[in-house]
């Protein structure tokens, strides 16, 4: 594992498939042009699994080997579902391409996850739910979204890969994502 700066901002994420990432980042792109925000590039676009937070750096080698192990297990198959202004349509700050996770596999997945980060880093579980999706838009300021497009979810396609990521804020330019240690995800035998 590199090393982990003493002041970071972690989250685990569940990686897309270049083709998919593509296909979202072209649609954040297009959503972007009607709402005036700001695209989030293709490298960036993930599934947030569970966001940490800050981490004292001597707790994150543990932390890491306890949500990678409880990330493992077979890929997830999801679909776009439908793109969602949030926090809601007439003020959002973001859009998000929403995921169908038909077998829950994505959902235990974030489920395991986030026990495993409660246990790791002492803290109380959480009662908020798991929302499967990518955050393909930002909003430069709150504002009313409406007419967003219909998605194609026929493109089913494999989440098969999470990791532990640092996030570090570069002043007027998006987060570049550091990743800390990751799983490849494997069907089972």
Known sequence: MDAVRPVNRLFVAAELPAAARERAAALGREV??????????AASLHVTLE????????RVPALAE???????????????AALRARPRAARARLVALEL??????????AGRVRGAA??????????????????????????????????DGERLFDISRAALYDSVQSPGGPP???????????PAR
């Open 118 to 151: 409660d246990r790791a880093l002492g803290r109380a579980p959480s009662a908020v739910a798991f929302w499967p999706h990518v955050t393909i838009v930002r909003l430069r300021r709150p504002a009313r979204v409406a007419g967003l497009p219909a998605v």
């Open 176 to 186: 570049e994502y550091r990743e800390l240690a990751a799983v490849e995800l494997s």
């Open 51 to 58: 966001f940490l937070g800050p981490v004292p750096a001597d």
């Open 100 to 109: 169908a996770d038909p077998d829950g596999v994505l959902a235990a997945m």
């Open 32 to 41: 972007a042009g009607r709402v005036d925000g700001r695209a989030v590039p």
């Open 66 to 80: 306890a949500v990678t192990g409880a990330a493992a297990g077979p890929p997830a198959r999801v679909a776009p």
